[in-house]
Nanobody, 115 residues
Framework: QVELVESGGGLVQAGGSLRLSCVAS????????MGWYRQAPGKQRELVAV???????NYADFVKGRFTISRDNAKNTVYLQMNSVKPEDTAVYYC?????????WGQGTQVTVSA
């Protein structure tokens, strides 16, 4: 069983920065893609960024140039560096990882950006 645990969320002022982390633990052989999604109140969950096992990244247009996704394979960890945050970035951020061919979700971490 795989467990994904996010951390790093919180309250930040517009223009500020936050760094989210997600650690995968449990018994598994291989982590393929790792990514971040978010869900704001009343809205559907949406992709923020994803990184492949080889380091290829893909970003939603609304975060390009502001957020950076990275991973540390030795630590089974994916990061999301959030810079120049905006109030519209307020949401619960979820980690999503493809582990041994199955998608797994974390419990989410709240990010709130004040104007």
């Amino acid at each position: 069983q795989v467990e994904l645990v996010e951390s790093g969320g919180g309250l930040v002022q517009a223009g500020g920065s936050l760094r989210l982390s997600c650690v995968a633990s449990g018994r598994f052989f291989y982590i393929n893609s790792m990514g971040w999604y978010r869900q704001a109140p009343g809205k559907q969950r949406e992709l923020v960024a994803v990184i492949s096992s080889g380091g290829t990244t893909n970003y939603a247009d609304f975060v390009k140039g502001r957020f950076t996704i990275s991973r540390d394979n030795a630590k089974n960890t994916v990061y999301l560096q959030m810079n120049s945050v905006k109030p519209e970035d307020t949401a619960v951020y979820y980690c999503n990882c493809n582990v041994d061919g199955r998608r797994n979700w974390g419990q989410g971490t709240q990010v709130t950006v004040s104007a």
